[in-house]
Each structure stands twice: as structure tokens, then as C-alpha cells.
């Protein structure tokens, strides 16, 4: 199986399903187009989907259920306690995880809340190779810090690694040191690494993390959103894990963990649903308590049972490897697209998006002033588009001591490419546009606050577009007065 693509001509696998649904997209007019972005003050998040062409906001819950998992919608067994639908989940989740205690959440942030609300408190640290916004978000509003320690691979976008999502173990082992008794409750890992750019963690990077964290006391926690693509990634990338299955790779994984949470609106292949898992029966003990008051019973933890159902068939279906060769090469050819056009873009593509370098394409706008924010607009303005910007307004920050902004460590836009959904000549639309963009790039406009709530400020925030002439460096500023 090879992972080299042609530089132009069609994607090198077909799609291994056929089509029996369709539905109908609209792209408005440029007028309705500029009007709608008026109105949802710049932040598309607040477009009308109906409004959008080509929706790669997220591949979050934004699937093609199978046929399989519609049968399994149908004949779902909405019991309130112990319907058939649960115990299917439930021996699903521990045969592919091999992890015995199973809680089901209404998706991934209910249950970063749960486990961060019973192991973490005040003055925590909790590593990482990358926080996520909901992640960062729930450790955050506990007081406890989320500590980024991302491999030093990962710091130059252009650069091609095969698994710039690892941690940097000398850092983790150096945090722990240092830590009080305690102070660390648990060590996270995500795969694949969202904010770095969809990168895959290596197996052997999993194993030395886990090692680790055995050696200190301190649990060991993966977050599995995106588990089965980060294994194929594992099993194209990494010496000696060539020709292995798929589900082999998983088990390792997890051979290694404490416990997983999972938002399966990604590599569940499901419209919604989580869970979290664990080997300590008296900390699931305690998760399902609190499940009770703010989720529901443990046997149905806020999902329909219609949903646990389509959850159990997506999880298996997600280990074909037909499906994640098609998956991943997919997302590989809009990367090579998008480099032939002349669009810097963090290498390797991701597992599941591409990430536009949104500095290196607009080096004329400021941190300060959103370059990611500011493309993202103009994909929808250019062409009905919806990306995500992941860069200062998701997470940059003022500097608790001086007040001053700190951006984020990258400007991105993220194109997430929603499973079984887009053709290539849809994706290929999108490549155009941003060659139109890249034709027309010292034009584009940055933007500024309107309104900034204070907590995970990109879902709600407003801003309103500044001549890029209007922005004077800080330490201008500062010369000039």
C-alpha cells in the first residue's frame, strides 16, 4: 500500500460505498453571501448552514450514517434502563478499547466534564500533547492549568514528520519531576492532535507516555476521538507496524491507558454520542453518580437508544480498512491539491482536515488582527465555504502580568472533511477557491473585536473587518508615542 499521489487526476482510490440519499446544496449569490456575513458578525459559526456550499466547519458529528447504523437507528431500543441497545454499545466499546467499565455521554465535552470534575481540582496540572478548545475549556473553568507539551517536530508547519502529534516525553518526565505530591492528576493524550494540525501519535511514543506515567503514579488517559485514523497512520508510518490490522493496533493502544473518553462524532461515525472508559471500577463508580444528575441513567447517559445503537455499528466500522485508506487518501489529495495551487498548509495533511498556514498566506495581517479569522471569511465570501479558524481567536490570550495579547503559537484554518459526505470534485471546488484567494491575498482585510465573551470567545464572538493599513505592530506603538 502505497502512500505517494499523483500530482493532479483524480483521487487514487474510489469511494468504497455507493450513494442512496442526496441532499440538495444551494450556493447563495455573492450579494446573499456578503449579507449573511454582515449578519452573523464575521464569525461563521453563526452562518445558516442552508447558507453554506461546502460545510467543512467540523468533521464533528457531521458524518454519512451507513445503512447499518440506519437499521440500527430504526430498531432501537429507547428503554430508560438496560435496553438491548446499551449492552450492545457497551460490549462494543470494551471489546475494541479493552477497557471493562463503560459510561455513555451525549457527546465529548460532557465527558471531559465528567472526569475533570472528579480527578481535578484547583491548582492541577494537566499535560497534553495539545489541548482542544472544549478540553482546555473544562480544566480551565476548574482552575486547573492545561499544559501543552507538543513534540518540538510540530513547531514548523511546512516541515514534513511522520508524527508531529507525539508528546515531548523529556518535557512530561521534567513536569513531573518537578510537580508537587499530587499536583498532577492525570496525563492526557489526543489522537489525533486537533489544534497541531490533525497529526497522528506513534505507537512507540503511546508506550514511552505510558511508561512514564507508571513510573510516577499517575493515570494515563487517551482521548480516542479520532483513534482508528491515527492507527492507520501507525500502520503506514511506523517501522515494524506495517501489514498489521487495524484492531491489533487499537488493542496496543489501549493496552497502555488508565482510561479513554471519546467524542464518537468522529471516529464513531455517529450525529452524536460519547463515552469514557476505565480499568478503575470505584472511579466509574463515581463518574455514573454524577452521570445520574446531569446526563441520565448510566444505561443510557443523555443518548437515545437509536443512537447507542448507531454508535456500536459505527465503531466497528470505522476499523475497515477500506473505509480508512479511502479516508485518509482523501484528505492526502486535498493537501497535494491545495500545494499545487500554492496554499501553505501544515505537513503532512491531517487524518481528518488539512490546515491552511493562514500567516504564511497573509503575512500582511497581524496576529492581533485574526489572519486565520480573516480567511476563513473570505472562503465564505470567495465561495460559500465554511473552514474554522484555529489560531489567536481560539486561542490566543492576554498576558496576565502586562494585559498585552499573546497569539497563538499558530495562525490555521482548518478544512475538516466530513466522513463519507464530499466528492473530490466537490473538494476540488474548494481548491479554487483558494487559488482565487492566493490571487487576490495582500487585498484581504483583518478583523477585530465586537464582541469577545470570555470563555471559548471563537463559538460566539463578532467582529467587524479593519484596513490592514490600521494596524501598527505593539512595539511601533510603543516607539511612536
Given at each position: 500500500m502505497?502512500?505517494?499521489?499523483?500530482?493532479?487526476?483524480p483521487?487514487p482510490?474510489?469511494?468504497?460505498?455507493?450513494v442512496?440519499?442526496?441532499?440538495?446544496?444551494?450556493l447563495?449569490?455573492?450579494?446573499?453571501?456578503?449579507?449573511?456575513?454582515?449578519?452573523c458578525?464575521?464569525n461563521v459559526?453563526?452562518l445558516?448552514?442552508?447558507a453554506?456550499f461546502i460545510?467543512l466547519?467540523?468533521?464533528s458529528?457531521?458524518s454519512?450514517?451507513s445503512?447499518?447504523q440506519?437499521s440500527g437507528?430504526?430498531?432501537?431500543d429507547?428503554a430508560?434502563?438496560?435496553?438491548?441497545?446499551?449492552?450492545a454499545f457497551?460490549a462494543?466499546?470494551?471489546?475494541i478499547?479493552?477497557?471493562?467499565?463503560?459510561?455513555?455521554v451525549h457527546?465529548?465535552?460532557?465527558?471531559?466534564?465528567?472526569?475533570f470534575?472528579?480527578?481535578?481540582?484547583?491548582?492541577?496540572l494537566v499535560?497534553n500533547?495539545?489541548?482542544f478548545?472544549?478540553?482546555?475549556?473544562?480544566?480551565?473553568?476548574?482552575?486547573a492549568?492545561a499544559?501543552d507539551?507538543?513534540?518540538?517536530?510540530?513547531?514548523?508547519?511546512?516541515?514534513?514528520?511522520?508524527f508531529?502529534?507525539n508528546l515531548?516525553l523529556?518535557?512530561?518526565?521534567?513536569?513531573?519531576?518537578?510537580?508537587?505530591?499530587?499536583?498532577?492528576?492525570?496525563?492526557?493524550?489526543?489522537?489525533t492532535d486537533?489544534?497541531?494540525?490533525g497529526?497522528p501519535v506513534s505507537?512507540?511514543?503511546?508506550?514511552a507516555?505510558?511508561e512514564i506515567?507508571?513510573r510516577?503514579?499517575?493515570?494515563?488517559?487517551?482521548?480516542?476521538c479520532?483513534?482508528?485514523?491515527?492507527?492507520f497512520?501507525?500502520?503506514?508510518r511506523?517501522?515494524g507496524?506495517?501489514?498489521?490490522s487495524?484492531p491489533?493496533?487499537v488493542?496496543?493502544?489501549f493496552a497502555e491507558?488508565?482510561?479513554?473518553?471519546?467524542?464518537a462524532?468522529k471516529?464513531?461515525?455517529a450525529?452524536?454520542?460519547g463515552?469514557?472508559?476505565c480499568?478503575?471500577?470505584?472511579?466509574a463508580?463515581?463518574l455514573?453518580?454524577?452521570?445520574?444528575v446531569t446526563?441520565?441513567f448510566p444505561?443510557?447517559?443523555?443518548?437515545?437508544?437509536r443512537d447507542?445503537?448507531?454508535?456500536a455499528v459505527?465503531?466497528?466500522?470505522v476499523l475497515?480498512?477500506?473505509?480508512?485508506e479511502?479516508?485518509i487518501?482523501?484528505?492526502?489529495?486535498?493537501g497535494q491539491?491545495?500545494?499545487?495551487?500554492g496554499?501553505?498548509?501544515v505537513?503532512?495533511?491531517g487524518?481528518?482536515?488539512?490546515y491552511?498556514?493562514a500567516?504564511a498566506?497573509?503575512?500582511?495581517i497581524?496576529p492581533?488582527?485574526?489572519p486565520?479569522?480573516?480567511?476563513?471569511?473570505?472562503l465564505?465570501?470567495?465561495?460559500?465555504?465554511r473552514?474554522?479558524?484555529?489560531g489567536s481567536?481560539?486561542?490566543?490570550?492576554?498576558?496576565?502580568?502586562?494585559g498585552?495579547?499573546?497569539?497563538a503559537?499558530?495562525e490555521?484554518?482548518r478544512l475538516?472533511?466530513?466522513?463519507?459526505v464530499?466528492s473530490h470534485?466537490?473538494?476540488?471546488y474548494?481548491?479554487?477557491v483558494?487559488?482565487h484567494i492566493?490571487?487576490?491575498a495582500?487585498?484581504i482585510?483583518?478583523l477585530?473585536?465586537?464582541?469577545?465573551?470570555?470563555?471559548?470567545?471563537h463559538?460566539n464572538?463578532?467582529f467587524e473587518e479593519?484596513?490592514v493599513?490600521?494596524?501598527?505592530?505593539?512595539?511601533?506603538?510603543?516607539a511612536a508615542?
Open positions: 502505497s502512500s505517494s499521489l499523483p500530482s493532479s487526476g483521487i482510490l474510489p469511494e468504497p460505498w455507493k442512496k440519499v442526496v441532499e440538495p446544496i444551494l447563495p449569490s455573492r450579494e446573499e453571501r456578503e449579507a449573511h456575513l454582515r449578519a458578525g464575521y459559526f453563526h445558516p448552514a442552508e453554506v460545510d466547519l467540523t468533521d458529528g457531521t454519512a450514517q445503512d447499518r440506519w437507528l430504526v430498531a432501537g429507547e430508560y434502563a438496560g435496553g438491548r441497545c446499551w449492552y457497551e462494543t466499546v470494551q471489546e478499547f479493552g477497557l471493562p467499565h463503560v459510561i455513555p457527546q465529548g465535552r460532557a465527558g471531559e466534564r465528567l472526569l470534575s472528579e480527578m481535578v481540582s484547583p491548582g492541577d499535560p500533547n495539545r489541548h478548545d472544549t478540553t482546555r475549556a473544562n480544566l480551565e473553568i476548574l482552575l492549568e499544559v507539551l507538543p513534540s518540538p517536530a510540530s513547531g514548523e508547519p511546512g516541515v514534513e514528520h511522520p508531529k502529534g515531548d523529556e518535557r512530561l518526565e521534567t513536569l513531573l519531576k518537578e510537580a508537587t505530591p499530587r499536583q498532577v492528576p492525570l496525563v492526557l493524550l489526543t489522537l486537533n489544534a497541531g494540525g497529526q505507537l512507540a511514543n503511546v508506550r507516555v505510558g506515567c507508571r510516577f503514579g499517575v493515570p494515563f488517559w487517551i482521548d480516542a479520532r483513534f482508528a485514523e491515527n492507527a497512520f501507525i500502520r503506514e511506523e517501522p507496524q506495517q501489514g498489521r487495524i491489533e493496533i488493542a496496543d493502544l491507558v488508565d482510561g479513554c473518553l471519546m467524542s462524532k471516529d464513531g461515525l450525529n452524536i454520542g463515552f469514557l472508559a480499568r478503575d471500577g470505584r472511579l463508580e463515581r455514573r453518580e454524577a452521570l445520574v446526563e441520565g444505561t443510557y447517559g443523555g443518548l437515545a437508544g447507542l445503537a448507531a454508535v459505527g465503531l466497528r466500522e475497515d480498512l477500506r473505509y480508512l479511502f479516508r487518501r482523501q484528505v492526502e489529495w486535498l491539491r491545495l500545494l499545487e495551487a496554499i501553505p498548509i505537513r503532512p495533511s487524518g481528518h482536515a488539512v491552511i498556514d500567516a498566506l497573509l503575512p500582511h497581524l492581533e488582527r485574526f486565520g479569522q480573516a480567511l476563513a471569511v473570505e465564505y465570501r470567495h465561495g460559500g465555504v473552514g474554522v479558524e484555529i481567536v481560539m486561542f490566543g490570550r492576554s498576558d496576565p502580568e502586562t498585552g495579547f499573546v497569539p503559537e499558530h490555521l484554518v475538516a472533511v466530513p466522513r463519507r464530499y470534485s466537490q473538494l476540488g474548494v481548491v479554487d483558494l487559488a492566493r490571487s487576490r495582500d487585498q482585510q483583518g477585530r473585536f465586537v464582541h469577545e465573551p470570555d470563555v471559548l470567545r463559538f464572538a463578532r479593519v484596513r493599513e490600521a494596524v501598527v505592530p505593539a512595539a511601533a506603538a510603543t508615542s
